[in-house]
């Protein structure tokens, strides 16, 4: 729980509130309810051996391919490369067994996490409901300030509208 408490997906939450969820969340990793438990799963021990200060949990999903489904360092512990080493050792273990592809997801305004994951070189994949929300959003701009005669700069939002606009049309899931 220290590692997401002054984090965005968190924010604003009761203390009950977030104990509840965090106890939901590692029970649903044991139970496989994302999927099965992957043996790759890295533990990181504070130097006494005594605590646990970083954790890097894998599931494979119901397609058969590894995520990395919950990567967490204490505050104290942050920035000092734990993370990395954790997901590095795995991923060599990873490919070692032929597994070439790796996925992970992270909150949209989890800035810290998102450097994190493109420093380390994961590659982003447009998510459908995000895309389709920003194509919502130029139209809807598009239109208020077309009400409210503010011409400039349309042409560079319906220019955005239409590359969101695509982007949902890939990712249909339907």
């Not at 590692?26 to 994302?34: A, D, E, L, M, S």
């Not at 598009?142 to 009400?147: G, Q």
Request: glycine share 6%; aromatic share 12%.
């Amino acid at each position: 729980m220290e590692a997401f408490e002054d984090s965005v997906e968190f924010c604003d939450w009761s203390l009950d509130s977030f104990r509840t969820h965090a106890r939901k969340n590692i029970t649903n990793y044991f139970q496989g309810v994302r999927g099965k438990p992957h043996p790759v799963s890295r533990m990181a021990l504070d130097r006494n051996s005594t605590q646990i200060i970083g954790l890097a949990l894998f599931v494979e999903n119901k397609h058969s391919r590894v995520e990395l489904d919950l990567l967490l360092v204490k505050p104290n512990h942050q920035r000092t490369g734990i993370a990395t080493a954790m997901v590095a050792s795995a991923t060599n273990s990873l490919y070692a067994e032929g597994v070439r592809d790796l996925r992970c997801g992270y909150h949209i305004c989890n800035e810290r996490s998102r450097a994190w994951q493109h420093k380390f070189g994961f590659e982003e994949i447009p998510e459908y409901f995000y895309c389709k929300l920003k194509s919502s959003w130029y139209r809807h701009e598009i239109w208020r300030r077309e009400e409210l005669g503010q011409i400039e700069q349309l042409e560079e939002l319906g220019t955005e509208k239409d590359r969101w606009d695509r982007l949902v049309q890939d990712l249909e899931p339907f």
